[in-house]
């Protein structure tokens, strides 16, 4: 049970740290953070009913992170080579 809240308190961490950070690399840092967040709850709830399928879908959701963290920080190296800011609040790069 103790994971448990080791998981809301790290999905609130990063919750928070999307919400009042300006910084990409630190949004995208805290994203991340929220993804582990939610495999260490799914792990967690597999372990409690002795169910496999919570470690499955972990692992599907670390092979999705995995392809968020090359095609993110691709982008954000663009922009930031574009517009020599890594500022989320600086970026309007993608206005019409």
């Known amino acids: 049970m103790s994971y448990l809240y080791l998981s809301v308190l790290l999905f609130t961490i990063g919750a928070a740290g999307v919400l009042l950070r300006h910084n990409a690399i630190v949004m995208f840092m805290c994203v991340e953070l929220m993804l582990n967040a939610c495999n260490l ?16 879908v972990a692992f599907f959701t670390m092979v999705v992170a995995a392809c968020e963290v090359v095609v993110g920080l691709a982008i954000i ?13 600086d970026a309007n790069l993608l206005k019409g």
């Open 41 to 56: 709850a799914f792990v967690t709830f597999s372990r409690m009913h002795g169910h496999l399928d919570g470690q499955v």
């Open 77 to 89: 190296m663009t922009i930031y080579r574009t517009r020599r800011t890594a500022n989320v609040d």
